[in-house]
């Protein structure tokens, strides 16, 4: 009989049930010669048998985990390993011609998880694990389903908010691969089918879809008190702004973040957080505050408090986070770094490392931080690069390497922590720039498509609340232009794709990153070698797709990580113009932002008379170019603001807040779709 399981397994996925080093070293057996002599029994065992004497035996039903060997390792042993990639080969040597059929027939769809019945869950699950499951469901929960073909690396895969559950052989659970720590015959796996059944039921064409397993909506949790304490902060920030509410302010914050976690709200927390953190800057004169960022904050904020009362396309659960572990520890993983972005803020200095994960398609980042006495010149550049990024190695080491791991935890915003207890490991190896494996859509292929999904999410303000969401590799085929924009100090070039659709690169020079720029300019010029690929943090515009590097791949020099390279010469670049002007609706929409950002700072009860005349100014500009509504939002704003200024009664000042947020949250799409 054939194994159809074992023919569906490829080395990627092998490799996520074992390690990737154990697959290359049997490939490499295989290619020299050495791999196992196979027999299939009649009961469909599979026996392989090494040259050292040891075999081993796949088992119809079983995972490789739960195959023995007579070597007698506890974990995935290179012989099952060997036995799986070399059976392919014996099933086809031994498979008889196929007959001709007699007329076609409709192919079979995929196979779907969520075919699998509960009786079967019990059969595999531990009784414990399913309680648990069974826990979480009665809860709710919600989960984002994406259907697979089981061609080639196009698996079913669920991703949860703390793990994703991906089924790599179909009509075999004993194959389903979790990213917790546990690995198989987890919870998660219950949830990741019960989510596919919801899925199915819900719309069984859609390749990808969100769906929400609920039987009790956030109208009904015990959260709303929680939602109003922020609230009531977000309105009283509001109304007296960073120059008047920046300090004493630590007892309603911590109450107001103590409401939000004991009712897990993640994002909201997180972004009560980010407040904080902002007012304690502006205090202390720090380069993190700035208005603009306040009033971003602010106002995403408010729209997540609305959207879990009102509902929306965004399930409440998703936009309040509340489905986010705090610390989610993760099973052995192998991730690949894509770039280091460095950070400034006075005598501070930040490091961000961001490392894909293969297997899970997913991003992790590495953060560390560093502090310089008075005494202390901070470091920048390559310098910080010789600073610790993980356990025995350095930052310049994890930006370029990757990193195989036993004991890391990843909290809700993707941070990733590597421990160093007990057994638990983490290696560091150097990689070799080559990104064809990295799933869609951490590699983008085709722009096209890139810039369909980035058109297709939510706003950016109910969205999960993660580092790095906008960051991606690309596939290079052709470096079009690079020029040089001396007022600016930015480097720009326009590049494509395997299908001749563009896309642009645009770095600004800072001081922390000194060799950014020529490094840059080497790569695209081909002076480190021809460019394969190139990462880094995405945004659209009305030009494309605009792309702010991290690193580059370069045939011949691996990985170049920019903002820890040294300072050097290079040659001279054609010169460009500065950045053009905006057009006419996205500048007044980038006015319109910084004029509710200064009320955000001076605050809404302390702004000035001109700050009011220039928002009827720019109320008169938006409605001119035919945002009606928006001209309508300013309007309301103005006369609250008046009003509450003649009574100072809390509703009117309530309303005011209301109104403010109205027009921020506008503004904030517009921007958004507008790529500004």
């Known amino acids: 009989m054939s194994r159809p399981d074992l023919l569906a397994l490829t080395p990627q996925a092998i490799a996520s049930l074992s390690n990737l080093g154990l697959v290359k070293r049997a490939q490499k057996e295989i290619e020299q ?28 039903g079983k995972s490789l985990k739960d195959s023995p060997c007579t070597c007698n390792a506890t974990t995935v042993c290179r012989h099952r390993v060997a036995v799986a990639l070399a059976y392919p080969t014996l099933s086809s040597a031994s498979a008889a011609p196929a007959p001709e059929k007699a007329a076609e027939t409709a192919p079979e769809p995929p196979w779907s998880p969520g075919s699998v019945d509960d009786q079967a869950l019990a059969e595999l699950i531990p009784r414990r694990s399913l309680e648990r499951a069974e826990s979480l469901r009665e809860r709710g929960y919600l989960a984002q389903v994406r259907r697979g073909t089981f061609v080639g690396e196009d698996v079913p895969t669920v991703s949860l908010a703390t793990c994703t559950v991906r089924f790599l052989v179909p009509r075999n659970l004993g194959y389903a691969r979790c990213d917790c720590s546990v690995g198989t015959g987890c919870e998660h796996l219950p949830l990741a089918i019960w989510a596919f059944r919801a899925a199915d039921e819900k719309d069984a064409t859609s390749r990808e879809l969100s769906v929400e397993v609920a039987r009790q909506h956030v109208e009904s949790h015990e959260g709303g008190p929680a939602l109003d304490a922020a609230g009531d902060l977000a309105s009283f920030l509001l109304l007296e702004g960073a120059q008047h509410a920046s300090t004493g302010l630590a007892g309603r914050f911590a109450l107001a973040r103590s409401s939000l976690a004991d009712v897990k ?43 879990a009362r009102t509902g929306g396309a965004v399930p409440p659960r998703a936009v309040l986070g509340m489905d986010e572990a705090p610390e989610t520890k993760l099973d052995y993983v192998r991730l690949v770094s894509l770039g280091t972005r460095l950070f400034a803020d006075g005598r501070e200095r930040r490091a961000e490392v961001v490392l894909a994960d293969p297997a899970s398609a997913g991003l992790l980042v590495v953060r560390r931080a560093f502090t310089y006495a008075e005494d202390q010149t901070p470091e920048n550049g390559a310098e910080l690069g010789r600073r610790q990024g993980a356990p025995g190695a350095t930052l310049e080491a994890l930006g370029r390497g990757q990193v195989v791991t036993s004991g890391a935890t990843r909290q809700p915003d993707r941070l990733v922590v590597f421990s160093t207890r007990g057994l638990q490991r983490t290696s560091v190896t150097p990689q070799s720039g080559d990104w064809s494996l990295l799933p869609a859509p951490l590699l983008v292929k085709d722009v096209s498509v890139l810039e369909a999904i980035l058109r297709a999410r939510p706003p950016r303000f109910l969205r999960p609340r993660q580092l790095a969401e906008n960051v991606h590799a690309f596939a290079v085929s052709r470096v079009v232009d690079v020029t040089y924009a001396p007022g600016a100090q930015m480097v720009r070039a326009e590049l494509e794709d395997a299908g001749g659709h563009t896309f642009f690169v645009e770095l600004s020079h800072r001081r922390v990153a000194p060799g950014a720029l020529d490094a840059l300019a080497e790569g695209l010029g081909g002076k480190r070698g021809q460019l394969r690929y190139l990462s880094g943090e995405v945004r659209r515009s009305a030009r494309g797709l605009i792309v702010e590097p991290l690193a580059l791949s370069c045939e011949g020099s691996g990985v170049v990580v920019l903002d820890l390279q040294p300072a050097a010469a290079t040659g001279p670049l054609r010169t460009a113009e500065d950045r053009p002007p905006l057009p006419p609706l996205p500048a007044a929409l980038a006015e319109l932002e910084g004029c509710l950002a200064d009320a955000v700072h001076q605050g809404l009860r302390h702004v000035v008379p001109a700050w009011t005349s220039r928002l009827s100014a720019v109320a008169a500009r938006v409605r001119e170019l035919g945002m009606k509504r928006l001209a309508d939002d300013l309007g309301s704003l103005a006369t609250k603001l008046e009003a509450a200024r003649a009574s100072g009664q809390a509703s009117d000042e309530a309303a005011l807040a209301a109104a403010w947020a109205d027009a921020a949250l506008r503004v904030t799409v517009g921007l958004e779709q507008l790529g500004t």
């Open 33 to 60: 010669g050495k791999g196992p002599r196979l027999e299939e029994l009649a009961d469909g065992t599979v026996v392989g048998t090494f040259e050292d004497g040891n075999s081993a035996r796949l088992l119809p």
């Open 265 to 307: 709200m993640a994002w909201p927390l997180a972004a009560l957080d980010e407040i904080e953190d902002l007012l304690g800057a502006y205090v202390s004169r720090g380069a993190r505050y700035a208005p603009a960022k306040l009033s971003a904050t602010l106002a995403e904020l408010f729209a997540r408090l609305r959207a």
